[in-house]
């Protein structure tokens, strides 16, 4: 058992390393290749140095070989996305942070939609001029307001700020 598997290792050995050097850039198994190789070399040599002018003193250079040029390096900066935002005498919207959500209710009202995720709630009002989204997280006592942001009602519209933050005004009077 164990020599037929030695044996059909060994002959598979064998086919592995015959067929190995027979690529097209390197056949150095024949010696007849080499010869033709030799011989090709030779009369490249030979043709180079019977290219001579008239003056047969000088040999004809061939044409340049163009290098590649290396890409021009691009400067690249950030876009700052400038947005004006006018602030509101009556009313900043940091006045809410850290409220608990029995104020939120309390101020506000009752949101038109609520939406929770593990220590995270979202009390999203609808107003007239926008959204008011407010978000708490858990704490040891219960939800506190953490972040406080505003955006417009229609779907990749222009919000009117300053009407929007008069309009929260007058829900929190």
Not at 11 to 25: L, M, R
Not at 32 to 52: A, G, H, P, R, V
Not at 91 to 119: A, M, R
Request: net charge positive; hydrophobic share 35%.
């Amino acid at each position: 058992m164990k020599s037929n598997l030695i044996k059909i290792i060994s002959s598979f050995c064998i086919v592995v390393f015959v067929n190995a050097c027979h690529t097209f850039e390197h056949q150095n198994i024949f010696l007849d290749n080499i010869k033709i190789n030799l011989k090709q070399e030779s009369l490249n040599n030979e043709n180079k140095n019977s290219k001579i002018s008239n003056d047969e003193t000088k040999i004809i250079e061939m044409a340049p070989i163009n290098l590649p040029k290396q890409k021009e390096k691009v400067q690249k900066s950030t876009l700052k996305k400038r947005v004006k935002v006018p602030k509101s005498n009556s009313f900043d919207l940091d006045h809410i942070k850290n409220w608990n959500e029995f104020k939120v209710i309390k101020e506000f009202g009752k949101s038109d939609f609520v939406k929770e995720e593990g220590k995270l709630k979202n009390y999203q009002y609808y107003l007239k001029e926008c959204f008011l989204d407010v978000f708490l997280i858990k704490k040891n006592n219960g939800y506190f307001v953490n972040y406080v942001e505003t955006r417009p009602t229609k779907l990749n519209g222009q919000i009117n700020i300053e009407a929007c933050y008069k309009n929260i005004y007058k829900i929190l009077k």
